[in-house]
């Protein structure tokens, strides 16, 4: 009965190559449609010499296949096939669910870098309750946490959260608090917040400072809250010299 089916030469991945020209010598390049092709080996190779089947005289490196002695000019390469591993099938379009990927089987290098994932990697964040004081003009840390991106691409967001008042040891002065990304300052001013005196006690009332920084890093980074005020001579308290209130630094990595 004869064969019904799709055609022979779709069921399986067998490859046929440009049939080889001989010249004496033992050594020879081997083409697909006049393009070198490499093999997957030497035992994937059915070769025909003079009607003569060769396999297993013979061996390849790269696309040059090599005999184990001279093959006369007068010899004819009858045909090359090559066999792969497995049936050539196209995947239909959506054909691949979710229930068929293995957990965790998508990396992050896989996913378009293009898209926007928008997801949490970590989360650190310290609280102080108390009063921190501060004689410097120039901005001296008060309290710091450190955080190790997960990648270069990663944003971290800064968020802290002042205390209800600060103390101030002259009433006519301003003290000022800043975010540092170790040595640098990476709020503006627009982003300082500064510290009015308030009656007698010299008390006024902080604001948080919230902040979207890109330090482009893989290593631990110290973020630090800092303070200063405006002259020599005066004492500045975070918090609040008799009434210590609680503050918080909270960090967190913005996956790219």
């Excluded at 030469?9 to 393009?35: H, M, P, R, W």
């Excluded at 050539?88 to 926007?116: F, P, Q, R, W, Y």
Aim: charged share 10%; aromatic share 8%; proline share 2%.
């Amino acid at each position: 009965m004869a064969y019904i089916g799709r055609g022979t030469e779709s069921i399986s991945n067998v490859e046929v190559l440009d049939n080889l020209t001989f010249d004496g010598s033992a050594s020879y390049t081997l083409q697909k449609s006049s393009v070198n092709f490499v093999p997957s080996s030497a035992n994937n190779l059915l070769i025909s010499i003079s009607g003569v089947v060769q396999q297993g005289n013979f061996s390849v490196s790269g696309s040059t296949i090599t005999f184990d002695t001279t093959v006369s000019a007068s010899d004819t390469c009858d045909w090359i096939l090559h066999y792969g591993t497995g049936l050539i099938t196209t995947v239909a379009d959506g054909a691949i669910t979710e229930a068929k990927l293995g957990n965790n089987a998508v990396t992050a290098s896989k996913i378009d870098s293009s898209v926007a994932l928008g997801k949490i990697g970590q989360v650190v964040s310290t609280t102080y309750s108390g009063a921190l004081g501060t004689t410097s003009t120039s901005y001296s840390s008060i309290f710091s946490l450190s955080i190790t991106p997960s990648a270069t691409s990663s944003k971290i967001l800064i968020t802290h959260s002042a205390p209800s008042n600060v103390e101030l040891s002259n009433t006519t002065n301003l003290g000022h608090i800043a975010i540092f990304r170790d040595s640098t300052n990476i709020t503006t001013s627009g982003h300082n917040s500064s510290f009015a005196t308030y009656k007698t006690l010299s008390r006024g009332y902080g604001s948080g400072i919230t902040v979207l920084d890109s330090p482009s890093s893989l290593s631990a980074i110290s973020y630090s809250v800092r303070g200063k005020t405006d002259n020599t001579g005066l004492t500045f308290y975070y918090g609040s010299s008799g009434q210590p209130r609680m503050m918080s630094l909270t960090l967190m990595e913005v996956l790219a």
